[in-house]
């Protein structure tokens, strides 16, 4: 069965630099939702969209922003990388039909130097 | 905020031994998920459960929802050196998660 998908899986940064990560849902998922998770800690809910539109904000930075694009593949942009910013950055894809079951994909490792 | 915890944190067994550990909250949620996670991956799902009292069972693992929504067990029986990872319980909707509980099963 096809699972989420995420690109880059590693990526390195300067300070200040700008990222952007790609997450391509599991086919007829409508729903995405980004996590980071610092060395040692749990998944942080960063922000989510639901048919295109966001749907809830959480402890996302205002450097950062995110869209879902109508392929519902969804893009998180990050602009003057901090080195607190290194993380593991996780897409998740659910579908409203389907029960709303999060499924996670591989991640991107994000390195700020 | 929906807060949950986990215990215990850490456990460390021997090959063959049985483990329960829980996730709770003073919060009710629609549905929890169980998921693993082994170092560098994502969490990969394991259950979702949505009534209360209801008990699944996935192999050698069972889950338990609280009757009241607020709380849940994972209980592995015969403990195999591939279920070593980090456990995690996440209530819907915006998936708050536990800390997670660090699984060691030593062969």
């Known amino acids: 069965a096809a699972g989420v998908i995420q690109s880059p899986r590693h990526l390195i940064k300067e300070k200040r630099e700008t990222a952007t990560l790609k997450c391509y849902p599991i086919p007829r998922h409508d729903t995405v939702y980004w996590y980071q998770q610092g060395p040692g800690q749990d998944p942080q809910f960063l922000i989510s969209f639901y048919e295109k539109m966001q749907s809830d904000k959480g402890s996302i930075p205002d450097r950062f922003s995110a869209q879902q694009f109508s392929d519902y593949h969804s893009e998180l942009n990050m602009s003057s990388l901090e080195l607190g910013d290194s993380a593991l950055y996780f897409c998740?894809?659910?579908?409203?039909?389907?029960?709303?079951?999060?499924?996670f994909g591989p991640g991107t490792r994000l390195l700020v130097l | 905020t929906q807060l949950l915890e986990q215990s215990p944190q850490f456990l460390s067994i021997q090959e063959g031994e049985n483990l329960t550990v829980y996730c709770n909250s003073s919060s009710v949620f629609s549905s929890l998920q169980w998921y693993r996670q082994e170092p560098g991956e994502g969490p990969v799902l394991l259950v979702t459960v949505v009534t209360g009292g209801e008990v699944k069972k996935l192999k050698r693992l069972t889950f338990q929802f609280g009757d009241a929504r607020k709380d849940s067990s994972l209980h592995i029986t015969a403990a195999q050196p591939g279920d070593t990872g980090l456990y995690l319980c996440a209530g819907y909707s915006t998936l708050t998660f536990g800390k997670g509980t660090m699984l060691l099963v030593s062969p």
């Open positions: 998740a894809s659910s579908s409203w039909i389907r029960g709303e079951t999060q499924y």
